[in-house]
C-alpha cells in the first residue's frame, strides 16, 4: 500500500519545488516593482496577480485551458511551431501550480520589501550602487524574512493544488496523479488504506510549513 503513495508524493514534491522556483524568480521582481516603483496600470497588475487568490481553482484553472490548449491563445502557437500540446502534462501541472501560488509570494513580499527603510537604499546609492546592487543586497535581504515566508506559504500551496491541476493536467495514474488527486481517486474508489496514508503525509507536510512560516513571520516581526 505505501509504495502506491510514492509515485504521488514524488511528483507532487516535483511539481511544488519548481514552481516554487518560479514563483520566486518571478514573484521577487513583481514584488519589488510593487513595493518601489510607481507606474501606470500599477494597480491592474497587483489585481491580476491577486485574482488567483479569490477565484475558484476549477475558474483559475478554466482560464488556464483557454490559454493553453490547442486553440488557446499561447497553446495554439506552441502545438503549431512545435506540435507539442502542454495540456495533460505534469508540466501543466507546475504552470496551475504557479498561477495560484504567486499571489501568497507577491503579497508577503512585497509587504516586506515596503517595511525596508529607504534610507539605508538612499545611503547605497550615494555610495555608487546603482538600483540592481542596492536591491540583491541591502533591500531583498533586509526583507529576507518576508520572502522566506512567502516561499514556504507558496510551496505548501503548491503541494495542495487541486482543482486547477485537475482543469489542465488530468488526474493521469503515473503520470499526473498528484497527492490531493491520489487521495480524491482513493476515496473515490473505496480505497480507504490509500487514502488514508496519504491524508497524513499532507498533513505532516502541511503542519511542517504551517510551523516554519510561523516562526519566519514571528522573527520577522521582533
Known sequence: MLEQAIY??????????LSTILVVLVGLL????????????KNFVDILVTLPLVLPPTVTGYLLVILLGKNGVLGQSLF????????????AAVIAAFVVSLPLMVKTTSAAIGSVDRELEYVAYTLGHSELET????TLPLAKKGIMAGLVLSFARAVGE????????????????????????AFQSGND??????????VIMSLVSMAATAKLVNRWKV
Open 8 to 17: 504521488p508524493l514524488y511528483i507532487t514534491l516535483k511539481i511544488a519545488t
Open 30 to 41: 513583481i514584488s519589488y516593482l510593487l513595493a518601489r516603483r510607481d507606474f501606470t496600470g
Open 80 to 91: 503549431e511551431i512545435t506540435g507539442y500540446s502542454i495540456l495533460f502534462t505534469w508540466q
Open 135 to 138: 536591491a540583491l543586497f541591502v
Open 162 to 185: 487541486f482543482g486547477a491541476t485537475l482543469m489542465v493536467a488530468g488526474n493521469i495514474p503515473g503520470k499526473t496523479n498528484t497527492m490531493s488527486l491520489s487521495i480524491y481517486t
Open 193 to 202: 488504506s490509500l487514502a488514508n496514508i496519504l491524508v497524513v503525509i499532507l
